[in-house]
């Protein structure tokens, strides 16, 4: 139980592509999503937490113009990345948490490898 | 200020040998603690979690750990490695006092050698 797909696992594509994440619970009903960014031989970087029906709260830094995040629905959360640029090149991960305890472990997906000529 | 540290950055360990990988934390109150597994280019999976009761914690894929509240440790151990446990693990807290978010330690980096 408790898996988290994500889609596409790797993605290659012009520089001012905009390109899309998403992130679906199969098998529960996830009120959150996270999106961390992960750098080579670095630990993850939270960039936004995703709430069912709601905006995304956004760390420090993470522009959400360039990061739009939308969860439709209680097993769907999507990452667009717009107009991508070389240095938005990176390893991207989705979590989710089952339900609404907060004490539930988070799963993730199985990333995506975004790669921005 | 509030932390996770995994001191170790890689251990080289020997197939059928034991295996430890140390967390410790700083936090106010005894937050949830997790160990994930990343294999290379793949996503984190959950090795098992400690939220309350006994210290000792069984996880999947053989491994266990122990929570010791006098030293904020939960140290991961696996008594005989296998090659396929060649990847990266992170330790992971959530704290309970502020209800904040996921922290997670840098990794340790394991090897396995035949």
């Known amino acids: 139980g408790a898996v988290v797909s994500q889609h596409p696992s790797r993605v290659i594509c012009k520089s001012g592509t905009s390109v899309k994440i998403e992130c679906r619970s199969l098998d529960f009903q996830a009120t959150t999503m996270f999106w961390y960014r992960q750098f080579p031989k670095q630990s993850l970087m939270l960039m936004a937490t995703?709430?069912?029906?709601?905006?995304?709260?956004?760390e420090q830094g993470v522009e959400k113009d360039k990061f739009l995040i939308n969860h439709a629905s209680l097993t769907l959360s999507t990452l667009t990345v717009t107009s991508a640029h070389p240095e938005d090149s990176s390893f991207y991960i989705c979590?989710?948490?089952?339900?609404?305890?907060?004490?539930?472990?988070?799963?993730f997906g199985d990333g995506t490898r975004l790669s921005i000529l | 200020a509030q932390s996770v540290t995994q001191p170790d950055i890689h251990i080289t360990v020997s197939e059928g040998a034991s295996l430890e990988l140390r967390c410790n934390y700083s936090?106010?109150?005894?937050?949830?603690l997790f160990w994930y597994v990343q294999s290379p280019g793949q996503g984190l999976q959950l090795l098992l979690k400690?939220?309350?009761?006994?210290?000792l914690v069984q996880g999947i894929k053989g491994f266990e750990a122990e929570f010791k509240r006098s030293q904020s440790s939960f140290n991961l151990r696996k008594p005989s490695v296998h090659w396929s446990d060649a990847a990266e693990y992170f330790c992971a807290v959530f704290p309970t006092d502020s209800w904040g978010k996921l922290q997670f330690g840098a990794g340790t980096q394991v090897v396995v050698t035949p």
């Open positions: 400690y939220f309350s009761g006994d210290t």
């Open positions: 936090y106010g109150a005894t937050p949830y």
């Open positions: 979590s989710a948490r089952d339900g609404t305890v907060l004490n539930q472990p988070q799963h």
């Open positions: 995703s709430n069912e029906g709601s905006k995304a709260t956004y």
